[in-house]
């Protein structure tokens, strides 16, 4: 089994490993930032594919990227794992529905409430405590995902005709703009920034450069909230205008 996802901020990134481990000692698990990714893919039948749900839809990196790779997915059985801070209603049926129109089947979905990431707004943050156990809780479940996978009876989160109805009616439908493009929004406080480059290394977009030794976004934010969880100077936002919590996954494990 091969384990591929997006994570921003290292929530996916940890169910996705503890799916794939739990599953078969010695799998794979890799980022589709990885360079040969595409390869391993094409070298796999079952993949566990996984990423943060943004607005009930997909992040539009996550998106380019399995539409830019079309060919690939022809006859994988794809087991669709979602991260999410509170709803999604069908965020691994918005895959799902692009993954059947390549080809491939789908055997499962798994929505996992997890810490939310939103680094520069205070609504849904929790304290240390609170969040430890959503994680906690997020890896029962994952354990019991994978004892119902093995025993042929995958979980389907996600990925009925209710839950399309929910995630396009709940959230979907009015938010459609915000993942349809990247984003030239995100902001630098120049005062702060020191110019370390910390955020040009992490950005998965390429998104950020370096000018007259202070930080500069372009215009293809994907949203992630990477850079924005790790400036040391917090001079990152995106959404709001200052950052509340810079707390990341290890923070919690
Ligand atoms: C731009 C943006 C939009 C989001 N929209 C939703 C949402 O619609 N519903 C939800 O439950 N969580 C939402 N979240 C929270 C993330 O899905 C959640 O924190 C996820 O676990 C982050 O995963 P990561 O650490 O792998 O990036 C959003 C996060 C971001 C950055």
């Not at 930032?33 to 079952?46: G, N, P, T």
Request: proline share 2%; with cysteine.
């Amino acid at each position: 089994m091969l384990g591929v996802y997006f994570s921003g901020t290292g929530n996916t990134k940890y169910c996705c490993k503890q799916f794939c481990d739990t599953y078969e000692e010695g799998s794979i698990v890799e980022s589709i930032e990885h360079e040969s990714i595409v390869d391993m893919i094409r070298q796999h039948e079952e993949i566990v594919f996984a990423y943060p749900i943004y607005w009930s839809n997909l992040p539009k990196l996550v998106n380019d990227f399995i539409k830019d790779n079309a060919s690939i997915w022809n006859k994988k059985k794809i087991y669709i794992i979602v991260t999410m801070g509170l709803f999604s209603g069908d965020g691994s049926g918005c895959s799902a529905r692009l993954f059947k129109q390549y080809g491939a089947c789908i055997i499962g979905g798994l929505h996992l409430k997890m810490p939310d990431c939103i680094k520069d707004v205070k609504i849904l943050k929790k304290n240390v405590h609170d969040n430890k156990i959503l994680v906690q809780n997020a890896t029962i479940q994952i354990n019991n995902a994978v004892t119902k996978l093995k025993n042929n009876t995958p979980s389907r989160d996600g990925l009925g005709y209710i839950a399309q109805l929910i995630g396009l009616f709940g959230q979907r439908l009015w938010f459609y703009n915000k993942t349809k493009h990247y984003s030239d929004k995100l902001k630098i406080n120049a005062d702060h920034c020191i110019g370390c480059g910390m955020c040009i290394g992490l950005c998965p977009t390429k998104n950020l450069v370096l000018l007259n030794d202070k930080a500069q976004a372009l215009d293809k934010c994907t949203k992630c909230y990477r850079c924005i969880a790790h400036c040391p100077r917090k001079a990152i936002t995106l959404l709001g205008n200052k950052v509340v919590q810079q707390s990341k996954i290890e923070d919690y494990i």
